[in-house]
């Protein structure tokens, strides 16, 4: 795909990720009290059976509140909450089309863990796994997965003990700071 054809010239951040929770309060309080969110706005939208189909994709009785959060150090993160009456409750799987993730990269994965293991309705899948040598670009990684009490897979990663770790996209003082930074958030 040419520029002419793409959009990659005209990109210049990831403004946000969007994902949609059965309930809103509970997915702001989630994501303040267990990573520290910020909520920065809240806006609704609809029902308008004119304006929701076209430009929403959803049927027209479908209407929205949705939250703005800033996650700490480098997302910005909005949560749906959608009512409609042919709404659909289940979701894909992990291995399904449309399945999807939310990855923090950790300091600590082991104490990451331990500290979500005590927060009702989290679901640590599997306890920590390390890659090996197999993948040795990556050998060293640990991680996990957990999921929320509604059900989104959140990916724990730490590669702190990564020798040569791919030039993933990051806070720009981490990248610089090394692999023996403590990137962790600071007051002041």
């Keep these: 795909m ?3 054809t793409g959009v990659a010239d005209l990109v210049t ?3 946000h990720v969007a994902l949609t929770v059965p309930d809103l309060d509970e997915g702001v309080a989630f994501f303040r009290d267990v990573f520290g969110a910020e909520e920065l706005y ?7 059976p004119d304006f929701m189909p076209e430009h929403f994709g959803v049927p027209p009785d479908a209407h929205l ?13 909005e949560l749906f909450q959608w009512w409609s009456a042919d709404a659909r409750a289940d979701r894909p799987r992990h291995c399904d089309p449309g399945g999807h993730h939310l990855c923090y990269s950790v300091t600590d994965v082991d104490e990451a863990i331990a500290r979500l293991e005590a927060v009702p309705g989290v679901r640590v899948l599997g306890g920590r796994k390390e890659v090996g040598g197999d993948s040795p670009r990556v050998a060293g990684n640990r991680w996990t997965y957990v999921t929320t009490p509604w059900g989104l897979l959140i990916e724990l990663v730490d590669r702190s003990r990564v020798r040569h770790p791919p030039d993933l996209i990051g806070p720009a003082d981490e990248r610089a700071a090394g692999p023996d930074h ?6 002041g």
């Excluded at 809240?42 to 308008?48: K, N, Y």
């Excluded at 403590?182 to 007051?187: F, G, I, L």
Aim: hydrophobic share 30%.
């Design 182 to 187: 403590d990137t962790r958030m600071t007051d």
């Design 42 to 48: 809240r806006s609704r939208r609809g029902p308008d």
């Design 13 to 15: 951040w990831v403004d």
């Design 65 to 77: 509140e949705l939250a703005m959060l800033r996650m700490p150090p480098n997302l910005n993160l």
């Design 2 to 4: 040419t520029s002419s």
